[in-house]
């Protein structure tokens, strides 16, 4: 149990350095622009595309999006041998790269919101419940052009269908080697999955109390712009 618990920092730790690589930060840099300091300083894409363009904003989106599958496929290289954890500690290099996004060290703790971190754990750990929770960003984004919006009930979706699919024994299916989780560690993938959706949540505090408040931006398809902070 020891060593499982080593695995797991371990994961959660290769995750957090690869998600210290803040790609909107360091776009803005080769451009000598310090993107904490425009817009709502946020370093994720919506704030990079309305700083820097469309298209650093999409490359933004994407590498983010896959230096959370690169993490998780890095531990799964190396502890690929233990069959019946794997899965588990893929996990928990995801959420290490959620956290090193949202909290980076070398940006004294201050990221962006993790959703495209969060997109490549979800797609990569359980892909039917990555199309629901997309569909559901897609369809809210869409009808009320909050990006905001989409992407806390997004999280909230994965987070829930997570614990309905487990419960329901539609979590595990055949298609590649780490997505069979045997069902003791049924309840602690409710809790770490569960707890990214709160990080989502939390880290969107700020657009929520907007929102409620009816003064959140709206992004306009048209344009190419999403005003909504990130």
Request: charged fraction near 15%; hydrophobic fraction near 50%.
């Amino acid at each position: 149990m020891t060593n499982q618990i080593v695995i797991r920092i371990i994961a959660v730790v290769i995750g957090y350095a690869l998600g210290n690589f803040t790609t909107g930060y360091f776009l803005g840099k080769k451009k000598n622009i310090d993107i904490q300091k425009e817009g709502s300083g946020g370093v994720g894409m919506t704030n990079t595309m309305r700083t820097l363009g469309k298209k650093a904003g999409i490359i933004t989106f994407v590498v983010d999006y896959l230096k959370c599958v690169v993490a998780m496929f890095i531990v799964y290289f190396i502890f690929r041998n233990q069959v019946d954890y794997i899965g588990m500690y893929m996990i928990y290099a995801g959420i290490g790269t959620i956290l090193g996004h949202n909290f980076p060290v070398i940006l004294k703790f201050k990221g962006g919101k993790g959703i495209a971190c969060s997109a490549g754990l979800v797609s990569i750990m359980f892909p039917k419940i990555f199309a629901i929770a997309l569909t559901v960003f897609l369809i809210t984004a869409l009808v009320s052009k909050y990006i905001s919006l989409g992407s806390i009930l997004g999280s909230i979706t994965y987070g829930v269908c997570v614990v309905l699919f487990g419960q329901m024994g539609w979590l595990r299916i055949d298609l590649f080697p780490w997505l069979s989780y045997p069902d003791e560690y049924l309840p602690e993938i409710y809790i770490v999955m569960l707890l990214a959706t709160a990080l989502a949540i939390f880290q969107h505090r700020s657009n929520i109390v907007r929102l409620i408040n009816h003064n959140e931006n709206k992004f306009s398809i048209g344009s190419g712009k999403k005003k909504n902070v990130d």
